[in-house]
């Protein structure tokens, strides 16, 4: 938190959250398009604002509660100073009117365990009937309790340039606090957020920026030296260097996306990883011709399909109030086209990943029993076993369900296939 809490540092927060509040982009975009425009603002204020803004997206449902009915960007941000972040009155005088002394002293008052479980969970009531249907009430509230911390950064140390040993040494003796992820055998985790765009690390390409649940799914496919790979919904490519860097840069690995404008996003961080052998191809769609051209030829494809990323709350809180019920059903749809057209890639003795960052079954579940009785073609393999072979020491199943509850990380599903 800044120095001293400036009713004008107040009102940027203000500005940011009306925006937010909008759902007409990502958060995480209007914030950054927001400091752009406002470059006077030093790193500890925007950190602030960030913060506080977040913290009004995390527990919006429950603090609207605590307004009296006077559900203002102004009022959201007093309630979570007061009841989320625990100022006292004296630290809030400066931003106070007279008729909100009374109000707030109320609004801290009010006992969460009374309000209604959807509010409480401070999630929509559609998307809190669901996960009570699939985990019942007492873990929905649960998971929707660690949905709403603060998630850590998590990073990936690049294999092809480093060693997670040297750079944990590097991080400490700079003083970073860092130290192994439990289950990624690759990853790091930062006790913090420290700005690493200038780390001498990072400019390297020595380490990236990702969970370590994410990393996981590299793990699964489980790409080899001299293979061809495809990741088939490469966006910015976080899993594409992975499992570049697990090929130890040969073979042949393509990022396939139907957006130039996430590729592009790709180039500069390939260009720090050093690989050699990722081949980044915009696509029309899943059914482009240069698709269709690789049929049967790969080794390994690991489909991340586009969801509804309700596995990520912790990064991405503005999710659970962007999504509906309508865009769940239309990105089902989506899902097992996507599937289908990747399959059609795979050699007889290959192997498909399919995953998503939701924990909804109708993303996960759904889509898989309903590829594989219309594919007999593709037999299940066990991705707990894949991952304990591989020394990663992990408790799971068939499909890998990966819970910020259970393992502390985003929540992602994967199924795992070979085919015959």
Known sequence: MPG???PALFARAEAVLGELLRFSSAADVVLSAYFRRNPELGRADRAFVAELAYTVLRRRRS????????????????AALACEQGLNRRQMDTLLRDPEGKWLSEAKALVRASLPPAVRCDLPDWLHALLVAQYGEEATEALAEASNRQAPLDLRVNV??????????????????????????????????????KY??????????????????????????????????????????????????????????V?????????PRLARSGLS???PVCIDSERDARVRRLAGKLDRVLVDAPCSGLGTLRRNPDLKWRQTPQAIAELGVKQASILAAAATLVKPGGRLVYATCSPL????????????????????LSAGDILREQGIAI???DRLRLSVLEHGVDGFFAAVFQRQ
């Open 4 to 6: 001293a809490l400036s």
């Open 200 to 257: 001498p690390l990072f400019l390297d390409g020595s380490i990236e920026v990702q969970d370590e649940g994410s990393q996981l799914l590299g793990f699964l496919l489980q790409p080899r030296r001299g293979e061809m790979v495809a990741d088939f919904c490469a966006g910015a490519g976080g899993k594409t260097l992975l499992l570049g860097a697990l090929m130890r840069s040969q073979g042949r690995l393509y990022a396939f996306d």
């Open 361 to 380: 079954a109708a993303e996960n579940d759904a889509i898989v029993d309903a590829f594989i009785a219309a594919h007999p073609e593709f037999t299940p």
């Open 395 to 397: 408790t799971a199943g």
């Open 160 to 197: 092809q340039k480093a060693t997670r040993e040297a750079v944990i040494e590097r991080l400490v003796a700079d003083g970073i606090a860092a130290s192994a992820t439990p289950l990624s055998p690759i990853g790091v985790r930062l006790n913090g957020k420290p700005s690493l765009a």
């Open 259 to 267: 957006s130039a404008r996430r590729l592009a996003a790709l180039k």
């Open 63 to 78: 603090l609207a509660e605590r307004c009296a009915g006077d559900v203002t960007s102004r009022r959201l941000l007093l």
């Open 277 to 279: 052998n990722v081949h």
